[in-house]
């Protein structure tokens, strides 16, 4: 079965630039999270969304990052407009709800954002 | 607020001498889940355990095993006769429970181990 796909696994653009970073979590799994990993702040949650719903957005950093969920096989985070101190590796990751492998979260490769 | 506290920033050993990864975490929930993830030079990060908070036996799966101890807040986590494959960052994380919906995990500042030949 196909883990969860995030792409672009690469993105380097110019400080003031649209930049979005899409994720299609694994089939049958209900709940997908963004994380973003920095050397200075380690791993932090970004926001999560239960059945397509957002749930906490609290660690969402500032106005400029939004994310959706349109369907249950895809989400997008963007941030509007990027800079240098967005640049960071950007996780989503999928689980599942009320079963036995509840929360169980597994994460896509990640997309390394650099912004210049 | 919870809190994941990897006290252990890097661990040198020599390959198949057994290494113990310590966790403390914090909370103020009874109902709680406990992570550990491995993410080597490669970037991914890969899933080796979920334990909830009512479950306090012990787990071994291979050369890995891991201590739960709710009395002292710990998720601790061995490696016996490590290999060079062993080498890592590993992370210990924790998410509370909101009443049947997933949570966000929190994470510790992770361990780096490394295994030398």
């Known amino acids: 079965d196909a883990g969860v796909i995030q792409s672009p696994r690469h993105e380097v653009t110019e400080m003031g630039q649209e930049v979005t970073l899409r994720c299609k979590p694994i089939s049958g799994h209900n709940s997908l999270f963004w994380y973003r990993q920095t050397m200075m702040r380690g791993l932090e949650l970004l926001i999560y969304?239960?059945?397509?719903?957002?749930?906490?957005d609290s660690g969402m950093p500032e106005d400029r990052f939004s994310a959706k969920m349109p369907n249950a096989s895809f989400s997008t985070l963007k941030i509007q407009p990027s800079e240098p101190r967005d640049s960071a590796v950007y996780f989503c990751?999928?689980?599942?709800?009320?079963?036995?492998?509840?929360?169980?979260?597994?994460f896509g490769p990640g997309t390394r954002l650099t912004v210049l | 607020a919870q809190k994941v506290t990897q006290a252990q920033t890097e661990i040198s050993v020599v390959e198949k001498e057994d290494v113990t990864l310590d966790c403390v975490y914090e909370t103020r929930d009874t109902t709680y889940y406990l992570f550990w993830y491995k993410q080597p030079p490669s970037g991914e990060l890969v899933f080796l355990i979920r334990?909830?908070?009512?479950?306090?036996q012990n787990e071994i799966s291979g050369r890995y095993s891991w201590n739960f101890q709710k009395s002292t807040s710990s998720f601790n986590f061995t490696i016996t006769a490590s290999q060079v494959v062993d080498s890592a960052v590993y992370f210990c994380a924790l998410s509370e429970y909101s009443g049947g919906g997933a949570d966000g995990l929190t994470f510790g500042k992770g361990t780096h181990l490394i295994i030398q030949p």
């Open positions: 990751a999928s689980s599942t709800l009320g079963t036995d492998k509840h929360n169980e979260q597994f």
């Open positions: 969304f239960n059945n397509n719903v957002p749930i906490d």
């Open positions: 334990r909830n908070s009512f479950d306090e």
